[in-house]
């Protein structure tokens, strides 16, 4: 798509009618009239046509602008009006009809279609219009701009185009007895992210080809409520761009932000070469109206690097920007205060905040353990909840504990291990004290090794019983676990931290007991009595920060 800079104006002049052919060829209604209103929408810059006052095009397409109208009714909302129009010159769109007073949502979709396209009669949620065929989006359901959908079929010829660029809008008007003029209305906007993948060497990326890129993307979009369905959809790309050091690229349905699933790419080469499929891993981030261009060494002869693809991703609005490396996060790396994470101590301007010990399949998420602990009771003595059933019994997760806790004690002043945890404020991030399953996971982490809850693999190891008192052997010091835990304190004493130690979790055992686990030696889990004061804690965070 070419970057255009001056706006395609929608204008939708809306009244009374009981059918979208009707009243077609009437005059161009005058401003006073009463049941009349003027509705002006644009596009933004990048959409119009550089140096004219022409609509945008795009070869072996034509631009098509829809309007609908829908009643309010939250049980029962109504199509009032449908109008598309095709083969527009000038600067504007003109939509011309009268309607009853009443609040509506009107709604707005522009899209290219083929040139040409056939149009025929079409009754779109019991309105009667005219519609012209669709060519990469679905339109003309019940639902209509409410249930916009891809045309499965046409999407592998959707891949490397700007034909499949396309706008929607939504504005509620309030019709009253007086005339309505050109209220201040949004400027339209995209439903989706553009995806764009780029090999990072030259020299590779002239051995390819062609690809097969194939990944699972939404299916639907709802113009009202600027929402992606449920639905999705394998796709696959078998088409490289043109573009330099271009694999590929896709327009891709989102919410206003989103994360897109893992990426399989295979590479076609000439005879005397042997490329090797690659996995994007899932987590690429995109967000709606940007750009997303992500870069990396995908294309190689040589077996990939056994620290996994790294990308760096671009997300501009506007599809322009400045780039950003984002690189997977892993057990390990040194979280920082400005929410990055990496393998070196950062400097007194970005300190390390914690260690990273559980990473989510997008690479970006999962949870950090502070560097520092306290020592102090799970419940105070003098109080009541030292001896009284408290209901935080959950094992697996920390932070509905800690809001069962504040819900009987707002600032946790009897609750001092709960309190240290939730006063803390590093890297702004919502810290918590840990439930049983959480101290395992981190204590797993510092041996190498992921929790699983039956049949283990290499680098796996089951869960353990968490009311078992003393004794057992859970890791011991077989194989390379000791080894592991130790540079995992290493780092934590390098990052200017305190090595592990037996940790009071979020969870009561009894009345008067809250389990523990010990995250030093062999994770043996046992209880303490709430009011000990010899236990210790610590605190852990979810990143990136909400």
């Not at 020299?203 to 979009?221: K, R």
């Not at 696959?236 to 919410?255: A, G, M, P, R, V």
């Not at 981190?442 to 008192?469: F, H, M």
């Amino acid at each position: 798509m070419k970057n255009y800079h001056l706006y395609l104006w929608i204008v939708a002049l809306v009244g009374l009618m009981t059918s979208c052919s009707q009243d077609e060829t009437d005059a161009l209604p005058t401003a006073t009239e009463s049941n009349r209103v003027t509705l002006t929408a644009s596009l933004p810059e990048d959409f119009a046509q550089i140096g004219t006052r022409a609509l945008p095009s795009a070869d072996g397409h034509q631009l098509r602008c829809i309007l609908e109208v829908w009643t309010q009714d939250p049980r029962s909302p109504t199509l009032k009006q449908r109008i598309e129009q095709v083969g527009l010159t000038g600067d504007n769109v003109v939509f011309d009809f009268k309607i009853e007073e009443g609040t509506y949502d009107c709604l707005f979709w522009a899209d290219f279609i083929a040139t040409g396209a056939t149009n025929e009669n079409a009754t779109i949620g019991g309105v009667t219009c005219t519609h012209y065929k669709d060519k990469f989006y679905t339109t003309n359901t019940d639902n209509g701009l409410k249930a916009v959908s891809l045309i499965e079929s046409a999407y592998a010829g959707g891949f490397n185009t700007d034909a499949r660029d396309a706008f929607f809008g939504h504005y509620e008007l309030k019709k009253k007895a007086a005339a309505v003029e050109n209220p201040s209305i949004n400027a339209l906007t995209r439903p989706f992210a553009k995806l764009t993948i780029k090999e990072k060497d030259a020299t590779n990326y002239g051995y390819c080809s062609g690809l097969t890129a194939t990944y699972e993307v939404p299916t639907t979009f709802n113009a009202l409520d600027g929402k992606v369905g449920s639905t999705t959809a394998q796709v696959t790309c078998n088409s490289k761009s043109t573009e330099s050091q271009t694999l590929f690229s896709d327009y891709i349905f989102t919410d206003a932000s989103s994360t897109l699933g893992s990426i399989a790419l295979t590479f076609t080469a000439a005879a005397d070469k042997e490329l090797l499929p690659v996995t994007i891993p899932a987590g690429i981030p995109l967000k709606r109206n940007y750009k997303t261009n992500a870069t990396g060494s995908l294309i190689s002869e040589k077996p990939a690097p056994t620290d996994g693809v790294k990308l760096t991703v671009t997300m501009n609005a506007g599809w322009t920007g400045t780039e950003e490396e984002i690189i997977p996060a892993k057990v390990g790396d040194y979280f920082y205060a400005d929410g990055t994470w990496g393998t070196a101590i950062n400097n007194i301007s970005n300190p390390c905040i914690g260690i990273v010990f559980e990473v989510n399949a997008d690479g970006r998420s999962g949870k950090i353990v502070s560097l520092d602990e306290t020592k102090v009771t799970w419940a105070t003595g003098e109080t009541t909840y030292a001896t009284t059933v408290t209901r935080a019994n959950n094992v697996a997760d920390g932070t509905a504990n800690m809001a069962i806790i504040k819900a009987l004690d707002d600032d946790y002043s009897d609750f001092p291990v709960f309190k240290w945890c939730a006063d803390k404020t590093e890297g702004g991030l919502a810290w918590y004290l840990p439930a049983p399953h959480e101290l395992q996971d981190l204590y797993a982490a510092t041996c190498g090794l992921k929790i699983v809850d039956a049949n283990p693999q290499d680098g796996e190891v089951v869960r353990w019983n968490i009311s078992t008192v003393g004794g057992g052997n859970y890791m011991g010091n077989s194989g390379n676990y000791e080894t592991q835990r130790t540079a995992f304190k290493e780092k934590i004493i390098a990052a200017g931290g305190t090595e592990f130690s037996l940790y009071f979790s979020s969870c009561e055992d009894s009345n008067t007991h809250a389990i523990t686990v010990e995250c030093y030696d062999m994770g043996v889990c046992g209880t303490s009595m709430k009011t000990d004061s010899y236990r210790k804690a610590r605190a852990i965070a979810k990143f990136p920060k909400p």
